[in-house]
């Protein structure tokens, strides 16, 4: 069985390098006679815009790519999401915590803390806000929830481990290479990674196929996975599509887009010869 998909958000225009990760994954999908699945990441509502949305099935209809419909939405899935924090909540794994970014870079800059060490997320969280016993009653509303990484670490019944094209790996000291990550942003009721690791679950997602770039975020949805008794999928983490002074491509890049080449009257062929595929 081979279920994999392409997650983008409707927050800008496609360019090259998701067309390498929506690619690789069709191809992927096609050579193991699978399924290839689109998903709108369209959890951040006041970034998510519907224009970008119909631009995402142009663009990926024009590369040669198709897919089942309806998509999935992640702004539809909110009580799933929702069920799953209060259920790491009820385990005394989730504490509130009302730090701004800036607070977070101050206290992670004093003095006594030397260097502030950095994880997937930024600046690994110094824990202010974490408290000595974590709190009980009910889950509190519009506020950003962290995980207790440490607690959530010796919660397990053994290491780690996923694979990672077809090699094992076990990641390693996740309370001090990542910190308390947010699971529920007060902004958007989730946060990525546990939004993304319930939508792979309930898609029956079997493999990941993305960009190196979220390689170290792989480790903390493993984890969310086996906190929420979910099976853990194979990792494909492809190389990154760069620009000419070797940077990696972001959305502002317009001159990189999908839309771009179309207009130019550049073939979905040149595009494939144009990323390696
Ligand atoms: N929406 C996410 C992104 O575009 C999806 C990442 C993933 O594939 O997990 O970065």
């Not at 996740?174 to 679950?201: F, K, N």
């Not at 972001?250 to 207009?263: C, Q």
Request: some cysteine; hydrophobic content about 35%.
């Amino acid at each position: 069985m081979f279920i994999t998909r392409f997650a983008p958000s409707p927050t800008g225009p496609l360019h090259l390098g998701h067309a390498f990760s929506a690619m690789l994954a069709h191809d992927m999908a096609r050579a193991a006679n699978g399924t290839f699945l689109l998903r709108i990441d369209d959890l951040d509502q006041s970034r998510s815009r519907t224009e970008w949305e119909t631009q995402i099935y142009d663009d990926l209809t024009w590369l040669g790519l198709s897919w089942p419909v309806p998509v999935l939405h992640q702004s539809t899935r909110l009580p799933r999401y929702q069920a799953a924090l209060k259920f790491l909540w009820d385990q005394g794994l989730l504490y509130p915590c009302s730090c701004s970014r800036s607070d977070i870079r101050a206290a992670a800059s004093a003095p006594q803390e030397g260097a502030p060490l950095h994880g997937p997320d930024g600046v690994i969280y110094p824990g202010t806000c974490r408290p000595a016993t974590l709190p009980k009653g009910p889950m509190p509303q519009d506020t950003a929830l962290r995980l207790d990484m440490a607690r959530a670490c010796k919660m397990l019944d053994k290491p780690l481990e996923y694979q990672e094209k077809g090699e094992s790996v076990r990641p390693q000291h996740l309370p001090a290479t990542v910190g308390d990550v947010v699971l529920a942003r007060r902004d958007m009721g989730a946060s990525y990674h546990l939004s993304v690791v319930l939508d792979d679950a309930d898609q029956g997602i079997t493999h990941v196929i993305r960009g190196q770039d979220l390689e170290d975020a792989t480790q903390i949805h493993v984890l969310l996975q086996r906190l929420l008794g979910l099976p853990t999928p194979e990792y494909h983490h492809h190389r990154l599509i760069r620009d000419g002074h070797g940077k990696r491509l972001a959305k502002r890049d317009d001159a990189r887009a999908i839309a771009t080449y179309r207009a130019d009257g550049v073939s979905p062929r040149d595009i494939r010869k144009l990323i390696g595929l």
